[in-house]
């Protein structure tokens, strides 16, 4: 399973776009790329997967190069309840388990 | 979006009493359902993979005979903490797998279950 690093957190203002990037340089042909969003004592919900160029959705949008060694998750005009712990995860269609990373703590200020 | 349920959403016992945990799927039909504990500030660490029918997949240094899993239907899993002591107090949370497209495979996780142990 491909190893995913993230940074530990950012901080952003309301309104403002945010994008966070996650390495997994040793990702394999038949992994797809997943992003889940976390709040305290809740399970993690999902936001978007994809497995090459880019994915959007009514929440945010997934860019993934070419060589696929990176993905960037965009949130456009972030609000105060965007503030969450965000993953990223790498996997393979029908393969039996995600492997959570230590996430990217958003904070996101008025 | 698919809904996976769980039951209770928190819970406190004493120590050496066992405590079952159910994990639902609403709308749709899990062939494949996970564990996962979460401690305060830190990631979600997989416990087990439990499949239809079969026997759970145990991560390792998870004890099999201390958190047993049963996945009686496509529909639902049960994680049973035995004799439970204080160190077993975590926030448990599982997810379940459905066929969304041909190639894709998408987990959508449950509310998660808050264990006190006492």
């Known amino acids: 399973l491909a190893k995913t690093t993230q940074p530990i957190s950012m901080d952003s203002y309301e309104g403002q776009e945010v994008n966070i990037t996650c390495s997994h340089n040793?990702?394999?042909?038949?992994?797809?790329i997943t992003w889940y969003q976390q709040f305290p004592s809740q399970g993690p919900r999902f936001i978007i997967q994809?497995?090459?160029t880019k994915v959007t959705n009514e929440v945010a949008s997934l860019f993934i190069p070419a060589d696929r060694k990176s993905s960037t998750l965009s949130l456009p005009r972030v609000s105060l309840s965007d503030t969450a712990v965000y993953y990223c995860?790498?996997?393979?269609?029908?393969?039996?388990?995600?492997?959570f990373g230590t996430g990217t703590r958003l904070q996101v200020f008025p | 979006g698919a809904v996976v349920s769980q039951h209770p959403s928190w819970v406190i016992c004493k120590s050496g009493t066992s405590v079952k945990i159910e994990c639902r799927s609403l709308?749709?039909?899990?062939?494949?359902m996970f564990w996962y504990r979460q401690f305060p500030k830190q990631s979600l660490m997989l416990m087990a993979t439990?499949?239809?029918?079969?026997?759970?997949?145990?991560e390792q240094g998870v004890e099999k005979d201390k958190f047993l899993i049963n996945h009686a239907s496509l529909t639902l899993s049960t994680l049973t903490v035995t004799s439970a002591h204080p160190e077993d107090s975590s926030f448990y949370i599982c997810?379940?797998?459905?066929?969304?497209?041909?190639?894709?495979?998408?987990?959508?996780f449950g509310p998660g279950t808050r264990l006190l142990v006492l």
């Open positions: 040793n990702i394999a042909t038949n992994d797809y």
């Open positions: 995860l790498v996997g393979v269609p029908n393969t039996d388990k995600l492997i």
């Open positions: 709308d749709f039909q899990a062939t494949t």
């Open positions: 997810s379940a797998r459905g066929l969304w497209t041909a190639l894709m495979e998408t987990q959508y």
């Open positions: 439990s499949n239809e029918g079969s026997k759970a997949t145990y």
């Open positions: 994809g497995y090459k």
